[in-house]
């Protein structure tokens, strides 16, 4: 792989060029670590780069066992209508919350409904009720794995730490997600309190985020789900005054994961635990590493 002049002022642009039959189509820059602008590699082709995808087919949400309000009942009354004003009444947009056994309801964090309604008929469920079908612009549907995380918060807050133990990272993040819409908003615990943090199962960032939640506000506790979150939280009116004692339990396995890289899930560089640490004592933390 050869290259003519760099790029600096007054130069040609680089050229890239090959002693190879076929012509090199693409350049790589960067490094191993994704830290620098410099080239990794020429190729003919990447396979796997550009694909042409299939449409995605309509998706359609079925609202099953379902008592119409005045809105949906608006909109179900235009079903079968094409005028302009008819398809405006039977556009729905709606966020998602659980209801659990109190009664209470509780947004669950990315899930919503929106979309035009298509038909209704009587449910198997009971007299009075429909299943209501939408037909819904494409979009990324939740892991079943949810329905499990909500499972647990039905009968109110997680009585045990670590529920979240055994979920892999996008299951994590959505126990974050939980925790941030069934926080109780209790006042912040004076200064100079100390808070013990079960690092066993920090092998991710989210694991931090999870076991950090529940040190600081117990089972389920939440205490930032991303760093703009964790950096509000540090700031008070989430269970904690700085300045803090945080004993960090087992902190070797958070050392061991916890390190630079490239994050293939967040398509970010990884979140270290040197930065963690670093953010922490910015925000007058005294972190007992144990």
């Known amino acids: 792989m050869t290259t003519s002049a760099g790029a600096d ?135 079943t794995g949810v329905l499990g995380i909500l499972e647990h918060w039905y009968a109110g807050r997680p009585a045990e730490k670590n529920l979240w133990a055994g979920y892999d990272r996008g299951l994590r993040h959505h126990w974050a997600g939980v925790a941030l819409a069934r926080r109780s908003g209790e006042p912040d615990r004076p200064a100079g309190t100390t808070y013990q943090l079960d690092g066993r199962f920090v092998t991710d960032i989210e694991g931090f985020y999870c076991a950090i939640g529940e040190a600081i506000n117990g089972p389920g506790g939440y205490f930032g789900w991303n760093l703009d979150a964790l950096d509000d939280c540090l700031r008070g009116r989430f269970g904690a005054r700085t300045p803090f004692r945080l004993v960090w339990h087992d902190s070797a396995v958070a050392r061991e994961h916890l390190v630079a890289g490239y994050d293939r899930r967040r398509l970010s560089p990884a979140i270290t635990l040197a930065y963690l640490l670093e953010m922490l004592t910015a925000h007058e933390v005294e972190i007992d590493l144990r």
């Open 9 to 143: 002022a007054g130069l040609p642009p680089e050229r890239w060029w090959w002693e190879y039959p076929v012509r090199p189509r693409w350049l790589l820059r960067g490094d191993a670590r994704f830290e620098d602008d410099t080239p990794l590699a020429l190729c003919a082709e990447i396979e796997g780069l550009f694909v042409d995808l299939p449409p995605r087919p309509q998706e359609r949400f079925t609202l099953v066992g379902c008592r119409p309000e005045t809105p949906l009942r608006a909109a179900l009354g235009a079903v079968g209508q094409s005028t302009k004003a008819a398809l405006r009444r039977r556009r729905i947009s709606a966020e998602v919350y659980a209801v659990a056994a109190d009664g209470s309801a509780s947004q669950v964090i990315g899930a919503g409904v929106s979309g035009t309604v298509e038909a209704a008929e009587p449910s198997r469920l009971g007299a009075g009720l429909l299943d209501v079908t939408v037909d819904s612009e494409p979009r990324e549907p939740l892991p």
